[in-house]
T-cell receptor, first 116, second 115 residues
Framework: GAVVSQHPSRVICKSGTSVKIECRSLDFQATTMFWYRQFPKQSLMLMATSNEGSKATYEQGVEKDKFLINHASLTLSTLTVTSAHPEDSSFYIC????????????FGPGTRLLVL | AQTVTQSQPEMSVQEAETVTLSCTYDTSENNYYLFWYKQPPSRQMILVIRQEAYKQQNATENRFSVNFQKAAKSFSLKISDSQLGDTAMYFCAFMNPGTASKLTFGTGTRLQVTL
């Protein structure tokens, strides 16, 4: 149980294009999902908290117009990197909280984004 | 704000031996959760063990156990009978339920299990 998937696993795009990453909870409903960014050999940095049916909450320093988050259902959240640039190249990971009260996050396998 | 400190950037242990990874944290909260996550070369984050702060008993999951010292704000992970598959980055994480369940991660410890 508590499986989270991400798609795509890897994406290469040209500078200036937009890229959408999907995060799905496969066997549970997730009212809250989280998006992280991880640079090589570093820890995870929380970008935003995605709540089903409402606007995402962004961490300080994260541009909400650049990183669009949509959480339209209890099993799907999407992160769109708009007008991507080489500095956006990174490893993006999502997680989902299984249920309030258990307070455990389960992580997707991550998406490696390379912007040329 | 909460902080999580992992003072060991790298550790090495021989197969079948025991190793302890350290983690300390700073918080003024009384109710919180602590986690150890493993990130192998595949980069998939895997939950290893979790501890609720209100529970005095240390959590155990098979070969993995923690030493939770609430007063000292310490949360170390002990891996017994180390296996080659335990080679990974290990992240300690703190969560205060009052902050929308956000996780605060330490900087990680890279564990290498050798033959």
């Amino acid at each position: 149980g508590a499986v989270v998937s991400q798609h795509p696993s890897r994406v290469i795009c040209k500078s200036g294009t937009s890229v959408k990453i999907e995060c799905r909870s496969l066997d549970f409903q997730a009212t809250t999902m989280f998006w992280y960014r991880q640079f090589p050999k570093q820890s995870l940095m929380l970008m935003a908290t995605s709540n089903e049916g409402s606007k995402a909450t962004y961490e300080q320093g994260v541009e909400k117009d650049k990183f669009l988050i949509n959480h339209a259902s209890l099993t799907l959240s999407t992160l769109t990197v708009t007008s991507a640039h080489p500095e956006d190249s990174s490893f993006y990971i999502c997680s989902a909280r299984d249920q309030p009260g258990r307070e455990t996050q389960y992580f997707g396998p991550g998406t490696r984004l390379l912007v040329l | 704000a909460q902080t999580v400190t992992q003072s060991q950037p790298e550790m090495s242990v021989q197969e079948a031996e025991t190793v302890t990874l350290s983690c300390t944290y700073d918080t003024s909260e009384n109710n919180y959760y602590l986690f150890w996550y493993k990130q192998p070369p595949s980069r998939q984050m895997i939950l290893v063990i979790r501890q609720e702060a209100y529970k005095q008993q240390n959590a155990t999951e098979n070969r993995f156990s923690v030493n939770f010292q609430k007063a000292a704000k310490s949360f170390s992970l002990k891996i017994s009978d180390s296996q080659l598959g335990d080679t990974a980055m290990y992240f300690c994480a703190f969560m205060n339920p009052g902050t929308a369940s956000k996780l605060t991660f330490g900087t990680g410890t890279r564990l290498q299990v050798t033959l």
